[in-house]
């Protein structure tokens, strides 16, 4: 159990253009859902907190209208890369957790690669 | 939040031996994890001990917690190749909290 679905596994786009990431929980509800980046051999950044009929929480120095966040249902949270650039190309992963019996574990999709032409 | 401290920063073993990795932390916790990373993938949690345990097993996993040193173990014991991966200890004050990681510790388990 606990299966975290994420979609798409990579993309290409051109700069300019919006790129949108989703982020399932199989098998089990999500109130909250948290959304990272890495860079090439560093470690994860946390960018947002998405709780579900909320708005997110940002982490400090993550642009909120560059990344936007909608947690729609208790099993989708996407992440909006908008008027994208080459710097925002990166590894997008995103987690959650089942929250009732669990003690806080993150169970993680298998990331979407963005690249920005 | 808080992120842990993994060290060393790179560990080269041979298969078959065993591979320690050590996490520090600063503040009170109720819990800590230990992920795996294997390249281009996301991570995949391994193992949770809470504040008030000392030690526990999982397979060939063996994680132990000193709270009064706010310091972590993870044994990898007879490793294997498919070991390789990059490693993280997270800090958690409990259900729904967020958590950062460190910088990690990549392993790699020489055939």
């Known amino acids: 159990g606990a299966v975290v679905s994420q979609h798409p596994s990579w993309v290409i786009c051109k700069s300019g253009t919006s790129v949108k990431i989703e982020c399932r929980s199989l098998?089990?509800?999500?109130?909250?859902m948290f959304w990272y980046r890495q860079f090439p051999k560093q470690s994860l950044m946390l960018m947002a907190t998405s709780n579900e009929g909320s708005k997110a929480t940002y982490e400090q120095g993550v642009e909120k209208d560059k990344f936007l966040i909608n947690h729609a249902s208790l099993t989708l949270s996407t992440l909006t890369v908008t008027s994208a650039h080459p710097e925002d190309s990166s590894f997008y992963i995103c987690?959650?957790?089942?929250?009732?019996?669990?003690?806080?574990?993150?169970?993680f999709g298998e990331g979407s690669r963005l690249t920005v032409l | 939040s808080q992120q842990g401290e993994e060290d060393p920063q790179a560990l080269s073993i041979q298969e078959g031996e065993n591979a320690t990795m050590n996490c520090s932390y600063k503040?009170?916790?109720?819990?800590l994890q230990w992920y795996r990373q294997n390249s281009g993938r996301g991570l995949v949690h391994l193992i949770l001990?809470?504040?008030?345990?000392r030690e526990k097993h999982s397979g060939r996993l063996r994680v132990t917690l000193d709270t009064s040193k706010k310091s972590s173990s993870l044994l990898i014991t007879a490793s294997r190749a498919a070991d390789t991966a990059s490693y993280f200890c997270?800090?958690?004050?409990?259900?729904?909290?967020?958590?950062?990681f460190g910088k990690g510790i990549t392993l790699s388990v020489r055939p």
């Open positions: 001990i809470r504040s008030n345990e």
């Open positions: 098998d089990f509800q999500a109130t909250t």
């Open positions: 997270a800090p958690s004050t409990g259900a729904n909290s967020k958590l950062t």
């Open positions: 987690s959650a957790t089942p929250g009732t019996g669990y003690a806080g574990e993150l169970f």
């Open positions: 503040t009170s916790i109720n819990n």
